[in-house]
């Protein structure tokens, strides 16, 4: 979803969770929104109006009625809003849009509101469970809403339980899912990411620079759009996508036994992992010291198993296998030779050695090879960009 100019109407209700509604708007704003707050005059007990007007660079919508504001600003905020988010949402609103109460400024403006529109509960955990709470909460996501369930934990009424509202993070990420078209809903997308690790003894590893970024990068992407995504992922220092089966391994092996594994019923499989091409053929059980060995050592290596090797060998007419190629020379020679010797349907490829993209870089550029001998030049862009990209091409292929 892009948010760059976009309306985006953020309604903030008399919740203690109101503070966290500040650090959502400026994520919001980070994201090239164009948003515009409606508060209840409970709310303002909580977070001043000042601070959403400061930070939105728009007035509040506070009063339908008042010196300062057409009687018809709520309908023109409404009706010019992209997507709608309520956070807090308290009971007492969530009654009301249940049952189309409209007696002040928010639950106004909600009723002549036609685009999508995402409620995060928050309140106490006995007045959630409540089965008045919850028959209208049925009865908004029966109307179309949606609807952000609650963390659980100790809540500011000091009880325990579900009721607390999600990191402001959080709640950016299932909006924006909200938002994005669902063009890979009921596809299973197997991916790998990330490095893996080779000990030669306890404490140290062959491995490489890999950072996992891009491949988390798919992994998100592909399910905000629908995707029932599983991740193989070697050692990172980066979170779990949102919504995304994350299996941690560490070894080359251990990856090429998950992906196997998982391969039956997957529909797109993504091999993006950089996989140490090598072992030591003989890892030490303890620490090597320097005083056995003296100044040289020699460390022999044997060659891991060729996952998307395999991988190509087994998959079905039906699965659609991507590869990933990091060249240092002949990046078209590399990578038409690998699509053929590896039975990929696309590749890929891009040069490493430039600090802006590749291994750790937050941006990145490629060229897609395909099967049918077809190319796109990708040039550099963030990964999340290259990302969805990358998910257009391959659901063009595939129909």
């Keep these: 979803m892009n948010f760059k100019n976009k309306n985006i109407l953020l309604g903030v209700t008399g919740g203690i969770a109101a503070y966290k509604a500040v650090e959502l708007l400026r994520l919001l ?5 164009n948003v515009n707050v409606v508060m209840t005059h409970s ?28 009687s018809v600003t709520h309908i023109d905020l409404a009706t010019n809003a992209h997507a709608v988010l309520i ?8 009654a009301k849009l249940a049952q189309g109460i409209a007696d002040d400024a928010l639950t106004t403006t909600m009723l002549a509101v036609t685009s999508p529109v995402m409620i995060c509960p928050s309140m106490n955990s006995d007045m959630y ?4 709470v919850q028959r209208n909460l049925d009865i908004l996501e029966e109307d179309g809403f949606n609807i952000l369930d609650p963390d659980s934990g100790v809540l500011a009424c000091k009880s325990v339980g579900a009721g607390r509202l999600p990191d402001p993070w959080f709640i950016f990420d299932r909006f924006e899912a909200m938002l994005v078209k669902k063009d890979l809903k009921n596809k299973k997308i197997l991916i790998s990411a990330g490095p893996t690790v080779e000990a030669i003894d306890p404490v140290r590893f062959v491995s490489n620079h890999s950072s996992g970024k891009m491949g988390y990068a798919i992994a998100q992407a592909a399910e905000k ?28 092996e251990e990856m090429a036994q998950q992906m196997l594994s998982h391969l039956p019923g997957s529909d797109i499989i993504i091999k993006v992992a950089a996989v140490a091409d090598y072992k030591p053929v003989d890892p030490a059980d303890n620490k090597i010291k320097k005083k056995d060995h003296g100044k040289n050592i020699a460390i022999s290596l044997i060659e891991n198993p060729d996952i998307i090797k395999l991988i190509g060998a087994k998959k079905t007419k039906e699965q659609f296998l991507v590869g990933f190629a990091a060249e240092t020379n002949d990046l078209e020679k590399n990578a038409l030779l690998k699509i053929k010797k590896k039975n ?38 963030e990964k999340s960009k290259l990302a969805n990209i990358l998910l257009d091409h391959i659901i063009e292929k595939i129909g």
């Design 344 to 381: 990929l349907d696309m590749i890929a490829a891009n040069l490493v050695g430039s600090s802006d993209s590749g291994f750790k870089a937050d941006t990145n550029k490629v060229k897609l090879f395909s099967r049918d001998g077809s190319s796109l030049d990708i040039p550099l862009m």
């Design 43 to 70: 709310a303002k007990k909580f977070v001043g109006r000042t601070t959403f007007e400061v930070l939105s660079e728009n007035k509040v919508l506070l009063d339908l009625f008042s010196d300062t504001e057409s």
């Design 87 to 94: 956070a807090p949402a308290t009971a007492n609103i969530i």
């Design 129 to 132: 469970a409540n089965i008045r």
């Design 225 to 252: 759009r629908g995707g029932q995504v599983t991740m193989v992922s070697g050692p990172v220092s980066l979170d779990p996508p949102v919504g995304v089966e994350c299996i941690d391994v560490v070894s080359c």
């Design 29 to 33: 704003k980070k994201a090239g929104a």
